[in-house]
């Protein structure tokens, strides 16, 4: 068990992201198991769940003559387009069946303005606009962060980022995480996690 001031957050464990889904993450439901055990170790779980309205920005579908995966220039920076996911109260926007989510104190809900899209869990992807989840963490005495969970080059990467940036102590379980791997976004993944002092566990 970790002291109190520890907390794990569980990143976008979603149907959408897992095989079968529309953003399917290669091998995204293998995790599942063992997030669920690492739970245990912890007094304070968060999940967070991208939660996009119809017609979001980042869809492929709302940039006539664009295809998925290919990359935009938005107002806030290069954007992916990605397919039509996680949109609000479908199925492939729920948790991964699988998932165990009683044991979570707090869901963050992320991506919900059209305009823009948030990968990472404390801003959205202006890097100014909170979602709230520092105040929490402060608030609640956490110092330390462990992440797991979908995707390791996208919202998984931008959380850790952020949260070392914002003073947390974040490790980031690789094991329990799994890439999108796009256009060579894993590898910078792992030097931007790396230049901010994440460490992989
Ligand atoms: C994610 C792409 C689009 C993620 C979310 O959870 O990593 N990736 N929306
Ligand atoms: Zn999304």
């Avoid at 889904?21 to 063992?34: H, S």
């Avoid at 948030?118 to 963490?137: I, K, R």
């Amino acid at each position: 068990m970790h002291p109190d001031t520890h907390a794990l957050l569980i990143v976008d464990v979603q149907t959408d992201f897992c095989p079968g889904g529309a953003l399917a993450v290669p091998g995204g439901d293998a995790i599942v198991p063992g997030i669920n055990v690492l739970m245990d170790d912890f007094a304070t779980v968060i999940l967070t769940q991208d939660w996009h309205p119809p017609r979001h920005g980042s869809f492929a579908s709302e940039h006539p003559g664009r295809a998925p995966m290919e990359v935009t220039q938005m107002p806030y920076g290069p954007q992916v387009l990605w397919p039509d996911h996680c949109i609000q109260g479908t199925p492939g926007a729920a948790f991964h069946p699988d998932l165990r989510t009683d044991p979570a104190q707090l869901v963050i809900r992320k991506g919900c303005r059209r305009a823009i899209d948030s990968y990472s869990a404390f801003f959205e992807n202006d890097h100014t606009t909170p979602t709230g989840l520092e105040g929490y963490l402060r608030t609640r005495g956490i110092t330390d962060l462990t992440l797991v969970g979908l995707a390791t080059d996208f919202c998984v990467q931008f959380s850790a980022v952020d949260a070392a940036r914002l003073g947390f102590a974040v490790t980031v379980r690789a094991e329990l995480c799994r890439a999108i791997d796009t256009g060579g976004s894993l590898e910078a993944a792992h030097t931007a996690m790396r230049t901010a002092g994440v460490r992989m566990g």
